[in-house]
């Protein structure tokens, strides 16, 4: 594939932050044991990591603004570029050592979403998309799964936890869609939850209560994959609402329909 050199800028600045971040994962294990734990150490991993991307970005362009989670948002100068940056999403998976997290870098033009990259430095699998020009794994062409029905398909979602997110409307929705489809799965890390959609390894996915960061890389991907991504209204604001539902097309509409199911009244 042929990469556009902002996305060139893109992928240099995630595989920087990945070996920072291979190398911190390869000592969590270790300070599992320890009477302090990890947290501390994994927050540090956090912030290097977005310093490391905000660097390498900021240089390549430096009037652009610049959103990431462990960071002032910075106004770029230029007005129509942002870059949308979460430097560990899956945190929670990094801190018990379980493979399964992602650096996720979006750039906007506009209010658009133009270019994409979600890396897992766990398993180097890089998801790359420019608007236009197509999804990649590894430079692989990625299409969304084919699956019409819901009764064939692996949904993917997210669940809220200790403190975060409305718990019994989650588990109304997930009753509700658990007994129409194939199977569940929550791997804990939105922006990796959306690859798998683009890749076809998910047939759909949907989640409340998530952060720009989370969710812009993910939204291109699954779009120039051939798949739909938008709010639960079916609306475009997923980074003001902080809510996704994402499938082809036929899935889309079918698990939108599920998650939105009324309660029966006895």
Known sequence: MARSALLNVMVQAAFKAGKSLARDFGEVQNLQVSLKGPGDYVSQAD???????????????????????????????????????????????????????????????????????????????????????????????LRVAARKNLSDAVIGCGMPHLGRGNHGKFLIELRHVMGEVAGMRRLGSASLDLAYVAAGRFDGFWERDLAPWDLAAGILLIREAGGYATDLTGGSAMLDTGTVIAGNEYIHKALSEVVHRPVPTR
């Not at 942002?82 to 018990?96: K, S």
């Not at 398993?123 to 790359?128: G, N, P, Q, S």
Request: proline fraction near 4%; charged fraction near 30%.
């Open 47 to 141: 912030r290097k990591a977005e310093k490391l991307i905000r660097e390498d970005l900021m240089k390549a362009r430096p009037t652009y603004g610049f959103l990431g989670e462990e960071s002032d948002e910075i106004i770029g100068t230029d007005g129509a570029h942002r870059w949308i940056v979460d430097p560990l999403d899956g945190t929670t998976n990094f801190l018990h050592g379980i493979p399964a997290f992602a650096i996720s870098i979006a750039l906007e033009r506009n209010g658009e979403i133009v270019a994409a990259v979600v890396l897992n430095p766990a398993t180097d699998e890089l998801f790359t998309a420019e608007r236009g020009g197509g999804a990649f794994l590894n430079d692989r062409r």
